[in-house]
């Protein structure tokens, strides 16, 4: 397939041809989290199904996307968007707390987001994984935003004479690699602890993070 169909224009049953456009992309983006997501997965399912289970045709599917792939990297985006929300909201209501209390505060709101749906921690964390060059690229693009949120909030802190101040990136990177395996392992029923458990153990490394002072240069 070269490209997209061209949708139709024009009003129909009361709604334009934008209103149908974004119905239709969310119904193939819901399919797309309860297959991708649960069974079959991603690589097992085709376009005829994921049609099916929008109640919508491949013709359609094809007016939207170009391929499975391209679904499956809006609805990363998507679940990705969904948590960063939570945690911009939680961090402005933390505003003014000490690190350690707001610390956890962002954090609860970032784990209770991602493992309230088990569908999203498969997207974010299994299906996305090793599919292709561009996906991967995504992927990475969307860790470094988290730590660009965690390097953010390091600078704030610093300045509250709360964190060292050095640069926190690296520190940053592995700790969310860290939060990726603990919470997969945790979502697939791996990990004996709750989820309160696992946040308050990710939170005290966060604050391990932002407290360490950088490495001491030899001589």
Not at 106 to 114: C, E, Q, T
Request: net charge neutral; proline share 4%; with cysteine.
């Amino acid at each position: 397939m070269a490209g997209r169909l061209r949708a139709p224009t024009g009003r129909y049953g009361g709604k334009s041809a934008a209103q149908r456009q974004a119905e239709r992309r969310r119904r193939f983006l819901d399919a797309a989290l309860q297959l991708f997501g649960d069974s079959p997965g991603y690589r097992a399912t085709t376009v005829a199904a994921l049609s099916e289970a929008a109640g919508l045709s491949t013709r359609q599917f094809y007016e939207e996307f170009r391929t499975l792939e391209d679904v499956l990297a809006a609805l990363h985006l998507q679940v990705n968007a969904w948590a960063e929300e939570a945690v911009r909201t939680a961090a402005a209501g933390a505003r003014g707390l000490p690190l350690a209390d707001r610390a956890a505060v962002i954090f609860r709101a970032y784990a209770a987001n991602v493992t309230a749906d088990p569908r999203r921690v498969r997207i974010t964390f299994v299906e996305i994984v090793g599919v292709s060059p561009r996906l991967e690229e995504q992927r990475l693009a969307r860790r470094a935003r988290w730590v660009d949120l965690i390097c953010a909030e390091d600078r704030s802190a610093a300045v509250r004479g709360e964190a060292a101040t050095r640069d926190h990136r690296l520190a940053a990177t592995a700790f969310i690699g860290g939060v990726n395996g603990l919470l997969h392992d945790y979502s697939a029923g791996w990990v004996d602890a709750t989820l309160d458990e696992v946040v308050d153990e990710l939170v005290h490394l966060l604050l391990a993070v932002l407290r360490a002072p950088g490495p001491s240069p030899e001589g």
